[in-house]
């Protein structure tokens, strides 16, 4: 297929010997599959920010620091420059996070740096060498479904602890392989400590999961790992290792409202959420016909 323009100058360059296909095409971004010598990998080619929807970006930039005082003032201005350093600030957001979580043990896929607005990554496939397909498209027993949400939990609980929250984690953010589930996207990652939305963006992460698994098993409707993770964050208590039950006790203190409507709130916004990627997943390209095993 013709190059995309974004992808040419890492061509130039030797990073990149030929675009395969494109892979898939979203709001933010545009996914291709690229040949780098003797492997196959992903480019991820991120939309310039007139061009991307993501909602409520602001509230997840929220505590994503600058050491340079200069660009932090201009980000703040809203100069060309300052938006400049936006985009590149949004677009490292991802490859930086990729870094820190394949580190702290979560699955996700390898980074290999990115290069002016494209992020070069592993291709995740499953045993027959296929793109993996996403979890909204796989079906499964009860007991993988316990076993699978299990393992996302212990994932979400080793990003809180190295100060990572997902804040668009769903069905459609996870890729499935042999070995289980895959965490991708992440160019919107929340700064734990320093964002006032942490708790019910980890919340939404956590319950979205929850409700996916839940349509194989039921009984995870039950569970409340979201509160019982971020009582413990809050505490100091939560670690990588930390032996979670589900279960959690609310206090006998009156309800804050205001958190309350949050919450419904955050429900409503993961629902109509919910819908859009559904939609985006019917209309973007499916290449679950190829096979790369033999390149």
Request: proline share 3%; hydrophobic share 35%; glycine share 6%.
């Amino acid at each position: 297929m013709k190059t995309p323009k974004r992808i040419l100058p890492l061509v130039h360059d030797g990073l990149v010997d030929e675009v395969t296909s494109q892979l898939m095409s979203g709001k933010e971004a545009s996914v291709y599959i690229v040949r780098c010598g003797d492997t196959i990998r992903c480019a991820k080619v991120y939309k310039e920010a007139t061009q991307r929807s993501f909602k409520k970006a602001v509230a997840y930039r929220e505590g994503r620091k600058v050491r340079n005082s200069r660009r932090a003032r201009a980000m703040e201005k809203g100069s060309n420059f300052g938006r400049e350093q936006q985009e590149e600030m949004w677009q490292s957001a991802e490859v930086d996070a990729l870094y820190k979580l394949a580190a702290a043990g979560v699955r996700v896929p390898a980074p290999y740096g990115c290069f002016d607005g494209v992020l070069l990554m592993e291709l995740v496939t499953d045993k027959e060498g296929y793109v993996a397909p996403r979890l909204n498209d796989v079906v499964m027993t009860e007991e993988q479904a316990i076993h699978d949400h299990q393992t996302m939990m212990n994932y979400i609980v080793k990003m809180l602890c190295v100060g990572i929250i997902h804040g668009d984690l769903s069905e459609f953010n996870v890729l499935v392989d042999e070995q289980g589930p895959v965490i991708i996207d992440l160019p919107q990652a929340v700064d734990a400590a320093a964002n006032n939305n942490a708790e019910w963006m980890l919340t939404r992460d956590v319950n979205n999961i929850r409700e996916y698994y839940a349509q194989y098993a039921p009984a995870l409707r039950e569970t409340e790992y979201a509160k019982e993770m971020w009582a413990l964050y809050e505490k100091g208590d939560l670690t990588p290792n930390s032996q979670l039950t589900g279960q959690f006790t609310e206090s006998d203190t009156d309800a804050d409202l205001a958190t309350i409507l949050q919450e419904i709130d955050a429900a409503r916004e993961a629902e109509r959420y919910r819908r859009e990627r559904i939609k985006e997943a019917k209309d973007g390209v499916d290449e679950s016909q190829f096979n790369w095993s033999d390149n």
